[in-house]
């Protein structure tokens, strides 16, 4: 019989009975094995024999090894060193062949530990390297090597985790090597599950651990936070993902394991296991974690002269708050970080001294990690941030003088004491005087109270800090969308605001009424919560609703936001056309015609000398800024809003023999101003039978562009009407003291200059105009200019004075150095006729666009974006094709927000002006910008965005690793060619008709809005 190939003793758990295998090539007269221990001293060397049934399937033919494996025996615990003398005996029980083989019991015992965690323990005396198999229902599960030994059979300790419960599972150990099967004790054991009828104890999860790094090396302390003696002996284990395991027994004098030097990998996460060192192993620790590591995890630099910039990642699985302490009073930071993220706060010190020691401390679910960071700070020179401010796409720009050796700047900002963003690399911009603006990467939140702190830091091409400089800014910044409204209802005014997307940052909102001379009638105090207010009002007039957002700590203030002035509308005494309708006349505001969106009037049947009057419209339909008329169900009420050029509304399908009462406001941005208001009564129609008692009406409503007006004519037979050019219908009425007769109406035709006069700059006005008839030929004219009838300028201009063709304009230039306050001039167009005509016109101060920037997003895509101008109603984005701006190929009117996208279908040009408007007729001077010839693709490809402040262009390169699509010049060369081919046929053909619309719609751009027909109220059903 030959030595054995293997021989494997196997403990069953937990009575703790072994059967013993031994495979090897027996002899074929061999008809059965028996293995005996072998005691030298004993003089009964058979004593109890243990048969080892051999496996007839697997010893075919003589030669073949066999495994023979035996009944369970008892091993005594002290029996370490075993002689096994394994003797082959034949069918007639004589002993064939025998072989002794030694062996060494390692008394392999398994534990569970958790739900999912188990060890395994084995003694051994060499100390050499062990494999430690386990292995579920004969297949192989995990393998783990480990290398112990000696020191008086020292226990060798091996754990495993994540492991399913509900299966059996044997854990065998051997020697790493060829020989080791020789020699292997294993245990078979069972993994319990949690279930609600047996649960597993739930071991605690709070300790505080402590780790230092010195050399590379890695010193952890971790102190239980549990019910834990004091003189008990516990064993510590922490394993990391691949298996490698740290530990540590000891008695918790302070409930402290102490100086655990740690060969795990403290980049993975770690599960840490303390259990009591008896027969029970009862678990008083179970946690995962990440360490936080200064070599690897946690990083400290000083980016200002008292600041420092702490960084970190969260690893774990969910969002965990920090605690970040300097260890000076009221420096003690709170940081939330979330899952998977990286933390960033800055860390702002509050004194002189060179060194710091930074407390930072995690509390992931009761497990607490503290790390102790020393940071030896130095002086860095200052950098004055000079101003700051929110631009028109949100986001923050910074501007300081700038620095030399710089080669980049990093901005950090913090909103009070939660931490924004950092831009390492921040996009630079150069101003005029030399000095340097960076901006944000991420918008600025606004429509809240912002307490901003910002951080500018200079490197250099090393990375070396050059400069640094902080500031805070307090302000409230109002959401772009504030607004006040104030409306009449009875004899109250309803003020109603949004100032801030965020209310509840500041502390209150201050509602301030005033009359027309500015004089404070009566304010209020409203809460966060509130956001309208009613106050009485004492007599009729014009009124003002300003509202102010507040903060008391620190005493802050927002800009004061004020209601739209809505200018009064004076209304004639409405008369009856018909049994069932009446005619309503006003006449205009004061104001220009073009600050009014139009008119609302109403009506309701007048019960009594009590009557209220419903007078608001539904808010949606006076933002529609177009004719809507609407009844109530039971047909006592009604209302109709007009456009702003008719001052007339004929209201039909009264009820007759009624009493109603009619009233007139203005309509301003949607605001609806003070009504007047006046009664009808269809139950008296009195005709006078004397038409020397009759006065007349006379209305004249323009065919196209003009003024609708009307004026009532008592005793006389005839009137002049002086009207623009153009054609007109001229109505006349016969009124009596209730009633309007049916209008005799003629078509009449004014003949003249018709004049159209527009700022176009600062101080600049362009004047246009046309002539009726329209001459048979070209014609010269003549154009002053006069202010207090001085004449400022004249200049000569030959066109063909048609309206279609459209060519009598000129430009006056600087009329004036600054425009500080409204300046009025007249218009003086003398004919070759030697007939003048007379205009006035007033240019207005209207701040300039100053800051214009342009993104290239794709060769058929670019953003044009500019800041907010105060004041302005819209802008005016002109695109050119060349940059002396004579060939206009694109032109747009832009309200908000205040960027504008081209696309390929317009960007036959690459010039683009901007102007900010405060009204049809009144633009400040353009801002320039040209756009840039795309780039020919590359393994970067980049968004190139530009930009121009007071007329000084800068490029900055923002590159983006994407796969971005660029035009070539070849495509460029086609769509210049395809222009070419446009122009060609503009030439050709006859001008298109150019459709109108009035300012509640589209109209041609350049073109003066025209009013629709006027339409008349009709009866609902």
């Known amino acids: 019989m030959s030595k054995p190939q293997k021989v494997l003793l196997t403990y069953q758990q937990p009575d703790r009975t072994a059967t013993l295998s031994v495979t090897t090539t027996y002899k074929a007269q061999t008809s059965s094995v028996e293995v005996v221990k072998y005691n030298s001293s004993d003089s009964d060397v058979f004593k109890d024999p243990k048969t080892c049934a051999l496996t007839p399937s697997r010893r075919s033919t003589a030669g073949d090894e066999t495994e023979c494996t035996t009944a369970p025996f008892t091993i005594p615990e002290e029996e370490i060193d075993l002689v096994l003398l394994v003797v082959g005996v034949t069918a007639e029980s004589k002993v064939q062949e025998s072989v002794v083989v030694d062996f060494e019991d390692y008394k392999t015992t398994v534990q569970q530990l958790t739900a999912d965690a188990f060890e395994v323990r084995f003694a051994a005396k060499e100390n050499t390297l062990y494999k430690i198999n386990v292995t579920p229902n004969g297949g192989a599960f995990n393998t783990s090597t480990v290398q112990c030994g000696a020191e008086d059979n020292k226990k060798c300790n091996v754990y495993f985790i994540s492991v399913t419960a509900g299966h059996s599972y044997i854990a065998s150990v051997k020697k ?189 679910q009761g497990t607490v990690q503290k790390m102790q960071v020393n940071v030896a700070t130095v002086d860095i020179p200052d950098l004055s941030l000079k101003t700051h401010s929110i631009q028109w796409d949100d986001r923050l720009r910074v501007c300081f003088p700038k620095v030399e050796g710089a080669a980049r700047y990093e901005l950090g900002l913090q909103k009070g004491p939660v931490y924004l963003e950092t831009t390492p690399k921040a996009r630079v911009e150069t101003q005029t005087d030399g000095g340097v603006c960076v901006f944000s990467s991420d918008k600025v939140d606004v429509g809240a109270y912002i307490n901003l702190w910002m951080l500018v830091t200079a490197f250099n091409h090393d990375g070396g800090i050059v400069a640094s400089g902080e500031s805070t800014w307090n302000d409230i ?49 409203a809460s966060t919560s509130s956001s309208s207010h009613t106050f009485a009002m004492p007599k009729p007039g014009k009124y003002t609703a300003c509202v102010v957002a507040q903060k008391s700590l620190p005493k802050i203030n927002s800009e004061e936001v004020c209601n739209v002035d809505v200018p009064t509308v004076s209304g004639d005494k409405p008369k009856t056309t018909a049994d069932d309708a009446v005619l309503v006349t006003w006449q205009p505001p004061l104001e220009p015609i073009k600050e009014v969106s139009g008119f609302y009037v109403n009506w309701t049947k007048t019960y009594s000398k009590s009557t209220v009057v419903d007078r608001l419209p539904p808010f949606s339909l006076v933002r529609l800024h177009r004719t809507q008329s609407d009844k109530l169900q039971d047909d006592s009420k009604g209302f109709i809003i007009v456009p702003a050029s008719d001052t007339s509304v004929q209201i039909d399908g009264l009820d007759k023999n009624e009493k109603y009462s009619f009233c007139i406001s203005a309509v301003m941005d949607s605001v609806v101003g003070q009504p007047d208001c006046q009664t009808s009564d269809l139950s008296v129609v009195n005709w006078s039978s004397s038409i020397q008692k009759l006065n007349f009406l006379v209305e004249w409503t323009p065919d196209g562009e003009g003024k609708q007006g009307h004026i ?101 230039e600087d009329l004036v150095a600054r425009v500080v306050d409204p300046v009025p001039y007249e218009i003086n167009i003398k004919s070759s006729d030697n007939t003048t005509f007379k205009s006035n016109f007033t240019i207005k101060p209207i701040p300039s666009v ?76 353009p801002l320039k910008i040209t756009i840039n010839d795309p780039v020919p693709p590359s393994e970067n490809n980049s968004v190139i965005a530009v930009s121009v402040l007071g007329g000084i262009l800068g490029t900055a390169l923002v590159v983006y690793i994407v796969g971005a699509v660029v035009m070539s010049q070849k495509k460029k060369r086609g769509l210049k060619k395809a222009i070419e081919r446009q122009q060609e046929k503009v030439i050709e053909m006859s001008p298109p008709p150019q459709p109108l619309y009035n300012e509640w719609g589209a109209r041609r751009l350049g073109t003066r809005p025209t009013a629709p027909p006027r339409p008349l109220a009709n009866k609902l059903p």
């Open 176 to 364: 790493d090597g060829t020989d080791g099967d020789k020699n292997v004790v294993a245990a078979s054991f069972n993994m319990e599950s949690n279930t609600p009828i047996r649960p597993w104890p739930e071991p605690s999860r709070k300790a505080t651990l402590t780790l230092q790094t010195h050399d590379n090396t890695h010193v952890l302390e971790v102190c239980v936070d549990g019910d834990v003696s004091t003189t008990s002996t516990y064993n510590l284990v922490i394993l990391d993902m691949v298996g490698k395991t740290s530990s540590k027994t000891q008695t918790l004098n302070n409930k402290c394991f102490s100086e655990i030097n740690l060969s795990v990998n403290v980049n993975q996460q770690l599960r840490i296991l303390a259990y009591t060192d008896d027969k029970n192993r009862t678990v008083v620790l179970e946690t995962n974690v990440y360490l936080l590591d200064m070599s690897e995890t946690l990083q400290m630099t000083q980016i200002g002269g008292k600041v420092i910039k702490a960084s970190w990642t969260n690893n774990n699985n969910g969002d965990v708050t920090y605690t970040i302490d300097l260890g000076s009073h009221n420096t003690t930071s709170q940081v939330p970080c979330k899952a998977g993220h990286r933390c960033l706060t800055y860390l702002h010190l509050n004194d002189d001294k060179d060194n710091w020691r930074i407390d930072v401390t995690e509390n992931n």
């Open 477 to 525: 910044f109002l959401s772009v969308d504030r607004t006040v409204h104030a409306a009449i209802k009875e004899k109250h005014i309803i003020t109603s605001w949004y100032l801030l997307e965020d209310a509840s940052t500041v502390d209150s909102f201050h509602v301030t009424f005033r009359s027309a001379d500015n004089t404070t009638i009566n304010s209020y105090s």
């Open 850 to 925: 100053t800051s214009l920037t342009q993104t290239i997003k794709s060769s058929d895509k670019v953003v044009v974006g500019w800041q907010q101008v105060d004041g302005a109603q819209f802008y005016t984005l002109s695109l050119y094709s060349d940059a002396i701006l004579t060939d206009i190929r694109v032109e747009h009117k832009v309200t908000l927000p205040t960027s504008f996208t081209l696309t390929e279908d317009n960007m036959m040009g690459n010039v683009v002006t901007i102007q900010a408007c405060v009204d049809d007729n009144h633009c400040g001077d």
């Open 712 to 812: 009532q004519v008592k005793g006389e037979t005839s009137y002049t009407l002086s009207c623009s050019p153009g054609n007109w219908k001229v109505s006349v009425r016969t009124v009596s003291d209730e009633s309007y007769s049916d209008p005799a109406t003629v078509d009449a035709t004014f003949t003249g200059i018709n004049q159209v006069p527009e700022q176009v700059g600062e101080s600049s006005i362009k004047v246009s105009w046309w002539e009726l008839p329209p001459p048979e030929k070209n014609q010269k004219y003549t154009i002053s200019v006069y202010q207090n009838n001085e004449l400022k300028r004249s200049l000569p201009h030959i066109c063909s004075g048609h309206k279609t063709v459209d060519d009598c304009s000129v430009v006056f």
